[in-house]
């Protein structure tokens, strides 16, 4: 019977949804008659957008450099930058100009048309970075498969990979983005549970291990287009590779003639104190993929830049993006290109990085029963918490915390506190940042683990891959 049912109802709930239509015209209660409250906008977004995040209950309304304002006027410090697509910091007055100027003047052409803004861009990025050519694209997910597709087809046609045989070797912990291919490299249960049939042609390495980066090129590098990797893993928690890994996979890669894929996406563009994370031991990737900060928090825009003999396997018609290069993206990257130089983000990062993690390390020390691990690389920090010591708090109870108290930083798993400021970020604001941790831990810790249930979910997270907890540090290969 209630198989019978259930069509029907599902059917007369899509009759009543279409019903309810307005094309323009405003619905009932809808943001233009009612209240602008931060509650208010929490409750419309929980109503009318799709569940798939879990936010910190704050709401965005202003923001200028490493402040922001929410509707009520409450003043926060941003220790997230939008996951380092805000390097520059909010609503940089330069980048900001370059949009204006160029949105009053031409935003698109498509690339059936040139444009007067891509070439210009492609250059200069191109030359910045020591590549030959780039391929434009918009979303860091979208840069991702680019370079997946590119390794795939310079596979076929300069390695001679037998027909569709190709295979990427990503690392375990990865974080690429969202979108098919890219999940289906993924370790995060959530991310993938559902959404199958994953795409074939993967195979996983424990990040940071060079030995078995080498048992599998030697087992299966005739078929193997690339290795695809984080040179400092951002999601899983700001993971730090050892020393020296990062040359043993240039020299791997050379020998077993495999692309080396850097996703710099989170990491380069001066987030961990150089321009890319790969040159803090000076190795060239064959490909490296930018996204995030080269749109200075103003727009998407992501990139793939390789050399000739790589990004030519890849002709007109085989792929592409209606916005890929547009005239306003081009514009806004290069002004975001120019801010990250001329106000020296790079060194910034570096030292008010080497001064956070000071900080952290006392604050380590100070709870040595809470706190695991702090590590960092420039203004890329993170916090891990000792989940038995902690239970039954998580590390987002520790965000909401440090919110109250005016700082907003996102927690990466159950146990770890991302502290990724933009680098822009005055001394005293990273100071601020780390004290009002530091009172959360002292002040508020005691209370929250008082107050919680003690029947909360674990913090263990199991690879539905390998079975093992991949955020637990005794259980990573590092
Ligand atoms: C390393 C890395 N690659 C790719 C992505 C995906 O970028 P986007 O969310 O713009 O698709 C992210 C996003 O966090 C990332 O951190």
Redesign the pocket.
Known sequence: MAATRKPLLSLLSRVSRTSKRTYGVLAEGSSSSSSSSSNHLINLEYEYSAHNYHPVPVVFSEAKGSIIWDPEGKKYLDFLSA?SAVNQGHCHPKIIKAFQEQAERLTLSSRAFYNDRFPVFAERLTSMFGYEMVLPMN???EG?ETALKLARKWGYEKKKIPKNEAIIVSCCGC????TLAVISMSCDNEATRGFGPLLPGHIKVDFGDAVALEKIFKEHGDRIAGFLF?PIQ??AGVIIPPKGYLKAVRDLCSKYNVLMIA?E??SGLARSGKMLACDWEGVRPDVVIL??ALGGGVI?VSAVLADKDVMLCIRPGEHGSTFGGNPLASAVAIASLNVIQEEKLAERSAHLGEELLCQLVKIKEEFPNYVKEVRGRGLFTAVEFNSKSFFPVSAYDICLKMKERGVLAKPTHDTIVRLTPPLCMSRDEVKEGSKVLHDVLELDLPNMQKAKPKDSPTTATICDRCGRNLYDPSDRAL
């Open positions: 996951y979303t860091g997910a991702v974080f690429h983005g969202r984080e951002g999601e996703d996406i989170q996204g995030k998407p």
